[in-house]
């Protein structure tokens, strides 16, 4: 096999973010999160919806009577949960925390059955159904994430425990499903078991377990359609009857992988295949699936995509629609689907050393995955609309889904401990290397540690970004050494500035996809000086893109930012930014903690001129003036209630 990984992570622990924007999101997550959802997974959290996931696995190691409860993918909640301790406790060690892992993972243990099969529904609730609805009911779905979660673990502590429980259970499954004669034809209804696999391949070096991954990928779309084979089995009945709604598509079923060249479905299955197809193609060598992997991706980011980065245009199936079809208050742009872009952009940077992919997986981190929780407090967002009228939200049908504030768990919980996990690993994606360079793909103040054939590298970040433009680089090598340091210019970003120990570096001649690549013999006190100018700008969509029609979005760096009621009165569709506007950036010491605003003179429909019961008149443009602020969108229903818009009239 041939591995097509240019760049390889460095090891979490050895990333020490040092800055105020991410430490306060860090420190929040490690200090509130992480113990607020522990207490919700014991359902100990009076007036919060209950998670069920901890009760369901004593009951079901006979440690309490009772029966299953939640939906049939509740253990990934705990799961999930598991794997955002492990990143945590890497980061800084906590031995009570990691106590109370063990502990549940030997409920975990007791759980499992004696052929290793380990899934709480379907031993609770239907015990004689097992693999009886792929489709549906996320059996491998639930053991990807729990696969993920020992891996972690593992890697992190050192303790086998959960290794070695889901290396049995996979080791089942592997018995059961497969191309060999006697096995099931079986594969995923919801994906996500395809990376994890690839996870359990590189920490064991069982290439079982990649080669069940690949075939999980490879059977996907073929003929006969596996789904239908099940179902006529089981009388066609549906666990959930609006499975009935859903085509083919829905599950990225309707072709074979590599003959898709659309996002297409639910948005989370895609984007986790599209992970797990990237991770494939690396390990293997497979250029084939790399092309799908290339051709979707360029799909998605030039048709598909919100300008915050998330992804899922319509409620129904929490789907990509077509082309170009992105409504902004109607729309799904489920948490968990942004963070699944973000993994494949992750992974695909990994394969090509390319900004293009660095950008977008700043763009969602910056803007679609922190709007899915609240600064302070344990509260989250499914759901994330670019403009929310609250009385419509609660009256209207088609925008119940909509919610105004964010809440304080879910029936269906996957948004919550995915943020928890993606959060928690957040130094993993600041940086990548290779034998002779390093690549800095995310600007964030913190302190990292490269091990180059024994030589101690130090790499240290200050700046004040995504507010301020200038990032102040150390490096610190144990002895003089040659190497590359390659900093990504975004592409938002219209002028660059760099010194290396203050003599100016040619910008233009030394770009490579994207990366300024220094390569020089470095020594102890090398600074690097990057100036990444930050102009407010507005931007406007693709024509095709109806919703947006006549509209501008305002952006600064990697933020895309917003007006909420509270700023700006009511009615925020009346607004009108016209053309020569002049915005300025402000810094706002007492605002949310310390962020940027954008301030200007816009213009308002005067609705003064209408009377109560006229509806509708003859033309008559009258505007009035107004000053208008605007905050970044991922910090929108921080502090009341109301409106929100991101695409504003443009005159």
């Not at 990934?76 to 945590?88: H, M, Q, R």
């Not at 598909?304 to 799904?332: A, H, V």
């Not at 996957?414 to 600007?443: D, M, V």
Request: aromatic share 12%.
């Amino acid at each position: 096999m041939t591995n097509l990984t240019n760049l390889t992570p460095i090891a979490l622990k050895n990333v020490n973010i040092e800055e105020s924007f991410w430490s306060r999101y860090v420190e929040l997550i490690r200090d509130t999160v992480i113990p607020y959802q522990w207490e919700v997974l014991n359902d100990r959290i009076p007036g919060v919806t209950p998670s069920h996931s901890i009760k369901n696995y004593r009951i079901a190691s006979g440690l309490e009577q009772g029966e299953f409860q939640g939906m049939v993918f509740q253990d990934t909640d705990l799961a999930k949960w598991i794997e955002a301790v492990a990143y945590s406790i890497e980061t800084k060690p906590d031995p009570e925390l990691e106590k109370t892992v063990d502990g549940v993972i030997d409920i975990i243990e007791k759980v499992q059955q004696p052929d290793g099969y380990l899934n709480t529904y379907y031993t609770l609730k239907e015990p004689g159904k097992r693999w009886t609805n792929f489709r549906e009911c996320h059996e491998l779905y639930c053991a990807g994430h729990m696969i993920e979660a020992a891996v972690a673990y593992y890697e992190v502590t050192g303790k086998r425990k959960l290794l070695d429980i889901m290396c049995r259970f996979t080791d089942y499954i592997d018995s059961v499903i497969g191309p060999e004669p006697g096995k099931m034809k079986a594969y995923p209804g919801h994906q996500e078991i395809e990376l994890a696999l690839v996870k359990l391949y590189k920490v064991t070096g069982n290439e079982k377990y990649l080669k069940l991954s690949k075939y999980f990928i490879d059977e996907r779309g073929k003929e006969p359609y596996y789904f239908d084979i099940e179902a006529k089995k089981r009388g066609n009945v549906l666990h959930y009857p609006e499975f009935a709604k859903f085509d083919r598509k829905y599950a990225q079923t309707h072709l074979p992988v590599r003959q898709q060249t659309t996002a297409e479905g639910h948005a989370v299955r895609a984007v986790y295949m599209y992970r797990a197809m990237a991770d494939i193609a690396a390990e293997t060598g497979d250029t084939e699936l790399l092309e799908a992997c290339r051709c979707i991706w360029n799909n998605i980011i030039t048709k598909r995509m919100y300008i915050t980065g998330s992804i899922g245009s319509t409620e129904f199936g929490e789907s990509f629609t077509c082309d170009y079809d992105l409504p902004n208050d109607t729309n799904y742009s489920e948490t968990c689907a942004s963070i699944g872009l973000m993994l494949f952009a992750y992974r695909m940077l990994q394969i090509e050393a390319k900004s293009c992919y660095a950008d977008i997986m700043e763009k969602v981190l910056y803007n679609s995955v922190i709007s899915g929780i609240s600064l302070e407090e344990n509260s989250f967002f499914y759901v994330n609309p670019l403009e929310v009228w609250p009385e419509a939200c609660e009256k209207n049908p088609s925008k119940h889904h909509v919610k105004t504030c964010r809440q304080k768990w879910f029936g269906v919980a996957c948004c919550p401990p995915n943020i928890t996990r993606t959060l928690a690993s957040l130094g993993q994606y600041i940086y990548l290397r290779n034998n002779n360079e390093i690549f800095i793909n995310l600007y964030v103040g913190s302190n990292a540690a490269f091990d180059f054939d024994g030589q101690l590298i130090q790499v240290k970040q200050q700046t004040s970004y995504p507010w301020g433009e200038s990032i102040r680089i150390s490096v610190i090598p144990q002895n003089s050494i040659d190497f590359t340091l390659a900093l990504r210019i975004p592409t938002w970003c219209p002028k660059a500035l760099v010194k290396v120990n203050g003599k100016e570096f040619d910008v233009c001649s030394n770009i490579t996809e994207g990366y300024l690549k220094i390569k020089r013999f470095w020594n102890k006190g090398d600074i690097v000086e990057l100036e990444l100018s930050m102009p407010v700008m507005l931007m406007q969509s693709n024509p095709n893109v109806r919703a947006n029609a006549g509209r501008v979005a305002i952006q600064r760096g990697p933020l895309v930012y917003c007006l909420e009621e509270i700023d700006n009165g009511r009615n925020l569709r009346a607004i009108s930014i016209p053309e020569g506007i002049e915005l300025t950036a402000e810094f706002d010491k007492d605002l949310l903690g310390g962020i940027m605003v954008i301030k200007g003179k816009a213009e308002c429909i005067d609705d003064s001129t209408w009377t109560a019961d006229e509806l509708y008149r003859p033309l008559k443009n009258k505007t009035i003036p107004i000053n208008i602020k605007a905050i970044p969108y991922c910090l929108w229903n921080n502090r009341k209630p109301g409106e929100m818009l991101v695409w504003i009239r443009y005159k």
